[in-house]
């Protein structure tokens, strides 16, 4: 069950990239659900057919695009068309990402230069054309996706950790520059999301990272991140941009790894006198 109400977002229209599948599958559902007409966007048109058919199925008005968020000619074909239906934008979640886990000295320049292409350039051509052909003059919100890496190094994630600090500084400049038109730029960054092709990717590459490691006590799910873009995307965010949250059950500030071990340390420890 929902906090918000089912017609949060009626009226509105959310565009979201890498959304035929993962959190970005679930972001669209989440602003489908509550209201938005929701246009995603991949590079894979069988995902984008399937997706679309299963939205469509639970009630939600979904259609879709194939766009490579790293051609600006893509990106403006695929807004033109979701412009063209008439009913305007009003959110924007740049959702899609490239990821491999690889240590640097395993990462070839094309490789790196892919993911940055992808997460940093990518985000970048989505929120300048959607700017300039429609928020610049009727505001919105725009939400990136990004990762907790910025304050940390990150083993086998160079490449994203490099793209998405990027990107969290776009998100930043975008919100100080784009706030007179009424636009509002925030970040997601979300820790260890269960069911996603990345964290798969890398759970194989590394090995599984349990519950036990998170202080909440419970690995992610996409819905965690899907409610927060919600959030960001609705009235009660309206004073909020330039933000980047990071949604990761705390694990990002628990700096010596002490959450798995703090129920027996304290059952263990030596009563002292006062």
Request: hydrophobic letters at 40%; a neutral charge; one cysteine or more.
């Amino acid at each position: 069950m929902s906090a918000f109400r089912e017609d949060v977002l009626s009226g509105r229209v959310a565009l979201v990239t890498g959304g035929a599948t993962g959190i970005g599958k679930e972001i669209a559902r989440t602003l489908g659900l509550h209201g938005a007409r929701v246009f995603i966007c991949s590079r894979k048109v069988d995902r984008l057919e399937k997706s679309t058919a299963e939205l469509r199925a639970e009630g939600i008005d979904c259609a879709w695009h194939r766009c490579d968020v790293r051609d600006p000619d893509s990106v403006s074909a695929a807004v033109e068309n979701l412009l063209g239906r008439g009913h305007g934008l009003d959110i924007v979640v740049n959702n899609a990402a490239g990821n491999f886990p690889a240590p640097i000295s395993r990462i070839s320049p094309k490789g790196f230069r892919t993911v940055v292409d992808i997460d940093l350039l990518g985000t970048y051509n989505v929120s300048k054309i959607a700017v300039d052909a429609w928020l610049r003059d009727n505001g919105g919100s725009i939400v990136n996706i990004s990762a907790p890496f910025e304050g940390k190094g990150a083993a086998l994630q160079s490449h994203v950790a490099a793209a998405k600090a990027a990107v969290d500084s776009l998100t930043r400049t975008c919100a100080v520059e784009w706030g007179r038109h009424g636009i509002r730029v925030n970040g997601i960054a979300p820790g260890h999301v269960a069911d996603t092709e990345g964290v798969a990717r890398f759970t194989a590459a590394a090995g599984a990272s349990g519950p036990e490691r998170i202080p909440l006590g419970r690995v992610g799910v996409a819905r965690d991140i899907a409610n927060s873009v919600l959030f960001l995307s609705t009235e009660a965010a309206s004073y909020i941009s330039g933000q980047v949250w990071t949604v990761d059950g705390a694990s990002s500030v628990d700096q010596i790894g002490m959450a798995g071990r703090l129920a027996d340390m304290e059952a263990n420890w030596p009563e002292r006198e006062s």
